[in-house]
């Protein structure tokens, strides 16, 4: 079994506005994908970005009037377009905005629970600019531990996203399951503490994987951070290694529709992969390392039963 803990649905207006590819992936689409790979449950949530702010301005959030909190439509579609298309395959995340009209999401939150099959918790720190650690104390804790919810945080070599303060969160909150999207960037620090606090309820997801082999390289000097010693010129080694040291903690992740991505703002950023390839990278594993990574992993992170 084949379990992706993340993926997107919807649109991203933000990133359309700034020409970034790719902007948009409906839920079809991604299944086609899915079937063509050989993945059979994707866990999928909203875009980094909700139309609650402008999309004209891609770094700055500037609320619109079109919405009255943050991913307010994202999460509806996502939710729709599962219950009604998902095939029973689809897994959905809501996403959070940890900082701006936090009562309004709890509310609508709320609603959602007794209409909707949900399975976790997207935050974006990025986006939402918003530190692990700050969700420490987050009144939106007391309806995760309700509904026994894992949570998934975007992490990268960005100060705002960085992953020692997610293990912050999940250290502290150690009765919720946290993942670290993007292999935290790579960043060595994250993994050395790793190796010293030992969590329990910390997973990493690697999230795209062929891509972040050529960026982390890249990124680690154009923003100064250093990064874990791996073979990225080699894939697989890269992974075989990572599996090794770090088994315990990785769950298969794709970032679909993010294997294929062209970034403007970094323009020797260019990578065209498919969900395809990304599975059968890691079918490379030896059996017991893929079973781990693509299924038993996932699903201690998500904590619910999937059957093949
Ligand atoms: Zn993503």
């Keep these: 079994m084949i379990i992706d803990v993340h993926t997107h649905i919807g649109v991203n207006l933000k990133r359309l ?11 079809k689409d991604l299944l086609i994908k899915m079937d063509i790979a050989g993945v059979n449950y994707s866990v ?7 139309l609650y702010d402008d999309p004209r301005d891609y770094y700055e959030n500037i609320p619109t009037g079109l919405m009255e909190f943050p991913y307010q439509i994202e999460n509806q579609v996502v939710l729709d377009h599962v219950k009604n298309l998902g095939e029973g395959r689809i897994l959905p995340f809501i996403s959070i905005d940890p900082k701006r ?6 509310t609508q939150i709320k609603t959602w629970v007794k209409k909707y099959k949900i399975y976790g918790v997207k935050v974006h720190t990025k986006s939402t600019k918003t530190k692990g650690s700050e969700l420490i104390n987050s009144p939106f804790l007391k309806e995760i531990r309700r509904n026994n919810w894992p949570m998934l945080f975007h992490s990268y070599m960005q100060d705002v996203a960085h992953p020692l303060p997610i293990l912050e969160f999940a250290l502290k909150n150690s009765d919720i399951r946290v ?10 620090d ?5 190796i010293i606090t030992k969590p329990k309820n910390l997973f990493i997801d690697l999230s795209p994987f062929l891509a972040n082999c050529k960026d982390l390289p890249f990124d680690s000097k154009t923003r100064g951070y250093e990064i874990l010693d791996l073979d990225y010129e080699e894939p697989i080694k890269a992974l075989r290694e990572l599996i090794y040291r770090f088994g315990d903690y990785i769950v298969f992740g794709s970032d679909e529709p993010f294997t294929t991505y062209i970034n403007p703002i970094e323009p020797s950023l260019e990578h065209r992969s498919t969900l395809t390839e990304e599975v059968d990278l890691i079918k490379k594993l030896s059996k017991p390392e893929f079973k781990m990574m693509a299924e038993t992993n996932p699903k201690r992170f998500l904590g619910v039963k999937l059957k093949l």
């Design 179 to 188: 993942c670290v999207a993007h292999m935290g960037g790579g960043i060595k």
């Design 101 to 106: 009209k936090v009562r309004e999401q709890l």
């Design 44 to 50: 999928s949530f909203p875009f980094e970005s909700s």
């Design 17 to 27: 506005f700034s020409g970034l590819y790719p902007p948009i992936q409906a839920i």
């Design 190 to 194: 994250f993994y050395d503490e790793l």
